[in-house]
C-alpha cells in the first residue's frame, strides 16, 4: 500500500503544476479505498449465503446443494465466471441470479414469479444476493470465461450491445455515455471501459460488490438497475432479458479479467 | 435476528491482531423515511471482547460508527489456539456474542 | 438456525455472568451524556476528561478525503502509559462522539473503526489519562460529492 | 408477464430456427432487440416505457452509429443538428443571463427524472457530474470538458456588450439542445427534454458566462 502511495506522489510530481491539484484529490481517494479494503461488510453476505446453499428450505425443505449453476448438479466453483450461459432445461439464456432463481423454485419450491418481484434487499430477494455474493466469490481470482458456443448466447451477447450503445431516456444517455470511452470520470468515480476488457477486478469483474453508500450488498442485477435508474429509463424486470443480454455482452468483453469479487465500492 | 459476526483474528510478533465485522444497521436517528418521519436511532452500544473467557476490552459506541461496523485491534499475548470471544450490546437491548480461535 | 439461536443464548448467558461477577469492563454503563453532546469539549467532559491539550504522542488515522462519508475509516493509538480512554470525535458530526474504547493492559492502545460523516469536518483523536488529562491530536477528512444523483 | 417472456423467447427461437441455428442477421438482431426491450422494461414512478419505446430520431440514429463503430455521415449529422437547434427555445423575455449562485447549486445537482425521485422537488442540471466548472469543487468528472472560466477564456467580459451576443446565444443554445451543434454529443438536451425550465437555464448561462462569477475568476 506504501509502495502504490508513492508511486502516485511520483506520477503527480512529473504532471504539471494545474494537474497537481487534481491529483492529490484522486490520490486521496485512491488512499481512502486502500484503506477499506481490509474488512470487507461482504465477508458477512458471503457467509450467509453459504449458510443458505447448504440449509433445508422452502416449501420442499431442500437444500441448493444439487443446483446446476452450469458446470453441473453441485458444482460452485467456476461457475460465476461462465455465467450469463445457456441452459437447456429452461431453454434460456440465464444470469447467476436467475438461476440461483430457478434452483429455488425446482430444488427447494419457491415461487419464482414472487421472488422475481420481490425488491432488491427484501425477503427472498435479500437471500438471492447472499447466495449470489457466496458463488461469486467462490470463483475469486479466476478468468471470465463465458460460453459463446450456443447460438442464443451469441445471440444475447449481440442483443446485448445494441442495449449497450441504446440512447434513450429524458437525458440521452446509454451504457456508452460513461462507459465507452478511456480515463473518464463522473464526480470523482473512474468509469471503467466496457466495450473491452477493463481489467483484472475491474468492472463486471468487480460485482456484486458492498456499498458503503447504503451499507448494502449490490448484485450485478441491481448493478444495472442502478445504473438504468440513473440513466433515466424505465424499470428494467428481474432477471429480464434485457438485463442477461446486456450482461452477456459485458461478461464476453470481459474475458480473461481476473474476478475479484466481492468487492467494496463507494 | 441478528446475523453473525465474521471474527479473524491471527498471531504475530506476540499479539493478536482482532478483525471484526457486525451484521448491524447502526441507523443514526437523523434520518428520515420515504414518509418524511425521522427512523429512530438503532445502534450498537457497547461492545465487549473477552480472550480465553478473560474480558480484554470494552468499549461504547454512539450511532455515528458506520453500518456493518468494523473493528480493529491487538490483544497482547494472544496466540494460536486461544479463544476470542466478542459480544455486542445494542440500544434496543439485543444482544449477540460470536467466538473465533486465534490462527 | 439451531447454531445461532444457541450461540445467542450462550451469549446472553455468558453477559449474565460476566456482570454477575462484577468485571469493571462488564458494568461500564452507556455514557448517555458524551454520546449526545454537541461539541468536542462538552463530550470530553462527559467521557470524565480535562482540558484539553494538543500532542504528538496521540495518534489519528484517516483518508484526506472520503469518497463517500456514509464509511470512513478512522483509527486512535497511543504509545503513552497512563491512558484510560481512547476516543474518536468528528467536530461537525450533530452528536460529535463516534467511539469510546477503555484501555486497559490486556490489549494495544490502538483501534480502528468506521465512522459517518454528514460534511467534511475536524477528526479528533483524544486520549483520557488516568489523571484526567485530555490530549488530543486532529486532522481534516474531506467527504466528496459521489457520481450521479449523489 | 411471464407469459410475454416465454412468448418472446418463442420469438427468439424462431429466429434461431429460420437462421438454421446461425446468428440471426443484423436487422432481426435489432427486430429481437426492441421486443426484448418492450418485454423487459416496465413503467415505475414517473419512469415510463415511452422512454425507450417512443426514441426520437436524433436517438435512433446516433444509437445505431455507435453500435456499428461508424459515426454518422456527414449529411445526416448536419440534418440533426439542424432540427434540433430549430427546437430551441429562446428566452422569452430576451434575458439570457440569471443569478450564477442559484446556477452553482442546480450544477451541483444530479437529481431528477429518475423513477425513484420526487417530481415535486426540482431537477438538477448534473453539470459537475462530467464537468469541472469551478475551482472551489474537487468532485468534478471529466466525461465533458472543463468550463473553468468558459467566459473568460471566450474574452466575454460583459454579457450584455454586442460583441458578446453570439457566443451567449450558443451557451444558450448548447445548453437547451447540445445535440444543435454536434448531433450525437454525450451531453444531455436539458431544456429540450424539459429537464431544466427557462429560469434553470438563465442561472446554468450566468454561472458560465457572469464575470462575477467563481468560473471566470
Known amino acids: ?266 | 435476528m441478528a446475523d453473525p459476526m465474521r471474527i479473524r483474528a491471527q498471531a504475530a510478533g506476540g499479539k493478536a491482531t482482532v478483525r471484526v465485522l457486525m451484521s448491524h444497521e447502526m441507523e443514526s436517528g437523523q434520518r428520515r423515511d420515504s414518509a418524511g418521519k425521522l427512523v429512530p436511532a438503532w445502534f450498537i452500544q457497547e461492545v465487549n471482547v473477552s480472550l480465553n473467557g478473560k474480558p480484554v476490552l470494552s468499549a461504547e459506541w454512539g450511532p455515528a460508527v458506520s453500518k456493518n461496523p468494523f473493528l480493529q485491534f491487538n490483544i497482547k499475548g494472544a496466540k494460536a489456539g486461544d479463544k476470542v470471544s466478542i459480544t455486542w450490546k445494542d440500544n434496543k437491548g439485543d444482544t449477540r456474542t460470536d467466538e473465533a480461535t486465534v490462527s | 438456525m439451531n447454531n445461532r439461536r444457541e450461540t445467542l443464548k450462550q451469549g446472553a448467558v455468558l453477559a449474565g455472568l460476566l456482570a454477575a461477577a462484577g468485571y469493571p469492563q462488564y458494568a461500564l454503563a452507556f455514557n448517555k451524556n458524551a454520546f449526545e453532546a454537541k461539541s468536542v469539549q462538552e463530550a470530553i467532559k462527559a467521557a470524565g476528561g480535562g482540558a484539553l491539550a494538543e500532542s504528538k504522542e496521540v495518534t489519528l488515522t484517516g483518508p484526506d478525503i472520503a469518497e463517500n462519508g456514509a464509511v470512513v475509516p478512522l483509527g486512535v493509538s497511543t504509545g503513552l502509559a497512563g491512558v484510560k480512554d481512547l476516543l474518536i470525535l468528528v467536530e461537525k458530526n450533530p452528536n460529535v462522539l463516534v467511539a469510546m474504547f477503555r484501555v486497559n493492559d490486556a490489549v494495544d492502545a490502538s483501534f480502528m473503526t468506521r465512522a459517518k460523516m454528514g460534511q467534511s469536518s475536524d477528526v479528533y483523536a483524544v486520549a483520557i489519562m488516568a489523571d484526567g488529562r485530555a490530549l488530543f491530536s486532529k486532522k481534516e477528512v474531506k467527504v466528496t460529492l459521489g457520481g450521479c444523483g449523489g | 408477464m411471464n407469459k410475454k417472456i416465454k412468448g418472446l423467447m418463442a420469438v427468439a427461437a424462431g429466429v434461431v430456427l429460420a437462421g438454421c441455428a446461425s446468428l440471426p442477421s443484423s436487422a432481426e438482431l435489432d427486430a429481437l432487440t426492441d421486443r426484448i426491450v418492450k418485454a423487459s422494461f416496465r413503467d415505475q414512478g414517473m419512469a415510463k416505457v415511452d422512454r425507450v419505446l417512443a426514441t426520437d430520431e436524433t436517438n435512433r440514429l446516433c444509437s445505431q452509429a455507435d453500435a456499428s463503430g461508424k459515426p454518422l455521415d456527414e449529411a445526416t449529422a448536419k440534418r440533426i443538428e439542424e432540427a434540433n437547434l430549430k427546437a430551441v427555445k429562446w428566452p422569452s423575455d430576451g434575458k439570457f443571463l440569471g443569478d450564477w449562485k442559484q446556477g452553482e447549486a442546480i450544477a451541483q445537482s444530479g437529481r431528477g427524472m429518475t423513477w425513484s425521485d420526487d417530481a415535486k422537488v426540482a431537477n438538477g442540471g448534473n453539470c459537475y457530474n462530467c464537468h469541472q466548472i469551478s475551482k472551489e469543487e474537487i468532485s468534478f468528472g471529466t466525461l465533458g470538458p472543463s468550463l473553468y472560466n468558459y467566459g473568460k477564456i471566450r474574452g466575454v467580459k460583459d454579457p450584455s456588450d454586442p460583441a458578446s451576443r453570439a457566443m451567449v446565444e450558443y451557451t444558450w443554445g448548447k445548453i437547451w439542445n447540445a445535440k444543435a451543434y454536434n448531433a450525437c454529443s454525450n451531453m444531455p438536451r436539458a431544456g429540450h427534454a424539459g429537464v431544466l425550465n427557462e429560469t434553470q437555464v438563465r442561472h446554468i448561462v450566468a454561472l458560465l458566462l457572469d464575470p462575477a462569477s467563481p468560473v471566470n475568476k
Not at chain 1, 145 to 165: D, I, M
Not at chain 1, 214 to 233: A, E, K, P
Open chain 1, 1 to 266: 500500500m506504501r509502495i502504490q502511495f508513492i508511486g502516485v506522489m511520483a506520477l503527480a510530481a512529473l504532471g504539471c503544476g494545474s494537474a497537481l491539484a487534481q491529483k492529490t484529490a484522486s490520490q486521496g481517494i485512491d488512499e481512502y479505498r486502500a484503506m477499506l479494503q481490509d474488512g470487507n461488510p461482504a465477508d458477512l453476505f458471503e457467509a450467509k449465503g453459504e449458510d443458505l446453499w447448504k440449509q433445508k428450505r422452502g416449501p420442499k425443505a431442500a437444500s441448493l446443494e444439487k443446483c446446476d449453476l452450469g458446470k453441473g448438479p453441485g458444482v460452485v466453483k467456476g461457475a460465476f465466471v461462465e455465467l450469463p450461459r445457456f441452459f437447456a432445461d429452461t431453454q434460456r439464456v440465464q444470469d447467476l441470479e436467475s438461476r440461483i432463481v430457478t434452483c429455488m423454485a425446482s430444488l427447494q419450491g419457491f415461487n419464482e414469479a414472487e421472488i422475481n418481484k420481490t425488491p432488491f434487499g427484501r425477503g427472498e430477494m435479500a437471500n438471492v444476493t447472499a447466495l449470489a455474493t457466496w458463488i461469486s466469490a467462490e470463483s475469486k481470482g479466476l478468468r471470465f470465461n463465458l460460453p459463446q458456443a450456443h447460438v442464443t448466447e451469441k445471440t444475447f451477447y449481440e442483443v446485448g450491445k445494441r442495449l449497450f450503445f441504446q440512447r434513450a431516456g429524458t437525458h440521452d444517455f446509454s451504457c456508452a455515455s460513461c462507459h465507452g470511452e478511456e480515463g473518464k470520470r463522473i464526480r470523482l468515480q473512474d468509469l471503467p471501459v466496457l466495450t473491452k476488457n477493463p481489467g483484472d477486478g475491474v468492472g463486471f469483474a468487480a460485482w456484486p460488490a458492498y456499498r458503503v453508500s447504503n451499507g448494502q450488498m449490490w448484485s450485478m442485477q441491481l448493478r444495472l438497475n442502478d445504473c438504468y435508474r440513473q440513466q433515466r429509463f424505465p424499470y428494467p424486470g428481474f432477471g429480464s432479458d434485457a438485463t442477461i443480454a446486456l450482461s452477456t455482452y459485458l461478461g464476453v468483453n470481459a474475458k480473461g479479467a481476473v474476478s475479484a469479487v466481492p468487492t467494496i465500492k463507494r
